[in-house]
């Protein structure tokens, strides 16, 4: 009889909002030494890294010491605050010279009650600037998105179903499966499943230096 892969634990972290984070269980602690270890090398204190993000100082402190993994747009505004890719919050151990990404074992990001889900595609590594998602939006649902860091770029791919994207003040754009679109994403910009059906999206991100 051979033996069969062990599933990860997974949970539900902070569903105090309609985000939450769907991840393995030593999440709170990486993402606690990452936010530690961040916040320190740009010297900042707990009470100014408050002012600059617009999360209080509590609740950094209960991240910083595993006790609260917050919602997806709150881990934006402290990216965005300390001026690093998303990636660098959730980077867990050394780069190595190949890895294998399991579906079952990946950190899943979840939003809108699960009707917007976003999965990475890339080892967490300190030095990337450069990230692969795969993007899920629900038929009909809308998934707005606040600006990130000057310089932040997103090329998508429509993999399945139809999709508006609107940037700032432009038009919305309508996408259809195999369609591609490349826009700055310093400005809010809004996702749209405007189909029937689940659309499903590849989208890499890129960011204009290597920091943090």
């Known amino acids: 009889m051979t033996d ?22 030593e999440l709170p602690a990486i993402l606690g030494h990452n936010l530690r270890r961040l916040r320190t090398r740009q010297g900042h204190s707990l009470e100014r890294l408050a002012k600059l993000s617009g999360v209080s100082r509590a609740m950094l402190g209960q991240i910083e010491t595993g ?3 917050p919602t997806i747009s709150t881990l934006w505004r402290i990216a965005t ?3 690093v890719p998303f990636a660098h919050l959730l980077a867990a151990g050394k780069a190595q010279h190949m ?5 079952n074992a990946a950190k899943v990001l979840s939003s809108s009650r699960g009707q917007f889900t976003s999965r990475a595609l890339f080892p967490f590594e300190d ?3 450069v990230e692969f998602y795969e993007l899920r939006l629900a038929a009909q649902h809308r998934e707005d998105a606040a600006a990130h860091q000057p310089g932040t770029r997103e090329n998508l791919l429509v993999a399945h179903g139809v999709v508006e994207i609107t940037v700032g003040g432009d038009a919305p754009c309508v996408l259809a ?9 310093d400005l809010p910009h809004t996702y749209r499943n405007i189909g029937s059906t689940e659309a499903v999206i590849y989208l890499v991100m890129t960011y204009s230096t290597r920091i943090g």
């Not at 890895?99 to 579906?103: D, E, G, S, Y």
């Open 127 to 129: 030095e990337r600037h």
């Open 67 to 69: 006790k609260s993994v």
């Open 4 to 25: 069969r892969p062990r599933r990860p634990v997974r949970r539900t972290l902070d569903n105090s909002g309609d985000d939450a984070i769907e991840a393995v269980a």
């Open 99 to 103: 890895a294998v990404l399991r579906a």
């Open 177 to 185: 499966t195999g369609d591609a679109i490349l826009f700055e994403a």
């Open 81 to 83: 605050a300390l001026g």
